[in-house]
């Protein structure tokens, strides 16, 4: 059996951290952790659903990169941007390497985004998410925590299920 490794750089925050950089930090090693688990997946693998809904570990990374778009560039930013798909059907081109540099630099923008954010009750530029509400940056950066984690899990039932690999 072997283990998924994640950069070590990345990891949880210290018990001296102000809030902004507590949620930034544990959002970003659960993202960490869900390139991790797409990363030496052969295509085949990465596609291939073990569940019956057909979600795969590429497609929880499409959506993933689909979710920090809209929640922080769409909808907090209120870029002038197409509104994106956040489905986790994957395109004949799709590989492990396109999909991952998607996702890397989806963070990279969202993260410049939070840091350029002084208050984190500070309002989304567009009403979003299901409730159609105007949320507040900590209520994104938290609910990004969540979206994140749920689907890292996934991805982590699925690479188990692909090759045998475990860990974070």
């Known amino acids: 059996m072997t283990e998924t ?8 925050p210290g018990n001296d951290s102000g809030e902004k950089s ?3 930090a544990f959002l970003n090693y659960l993202r960490d952790s869900v390139a991790a688990k797409a ?3 052969r295509d085949e693998q990465g596609r291939a659903s073990g569940v019956p809904s057909g979600t795969s570990v590429f ?3 499409k959506h993933l990169t ?3 778009h809209y929640w922080f560039v769409w909808a907090f930013e209120g870029a002038d941007v197409a509104h994106p798909d956040s489905s986790m059907e994957l395109a004949e081109e799709d590989s492990a390497e396109s999909l991952l540099a ?8 969202s993260n410049e985004i939070i840091e350029g954010c ?3 009750n500070g309002p989304c530029a567009r009403a979003a998410g299901k409730a159609e509400a105007v949320r507040s940056m900590r209520w994104v950066l938290v609910h990004m925590i969540e979206e994140t984690a749920r689907h890292a899990g996934h991805a982590d039932i699925l690479r188990e299920q692909a090759d045998g690999s475990v860990g974070r």
């Open 5 to 12: 490794q994640p950069r070590p750089d990345v990891g949880p």
């Open 22 to 24: 507590t949620l930034l």
């Open 39 to 41: 990363q030496g997946l």
């Open 59 to 61: 497609g929880l990374v």
């Open 66 to 68: 689909a979710a920090e």
């Open 102 to 109: 998607a996702y890397r630099g989806a963070v990279e923008r």
């Open 118 to 120: 002084d208050d984190l």
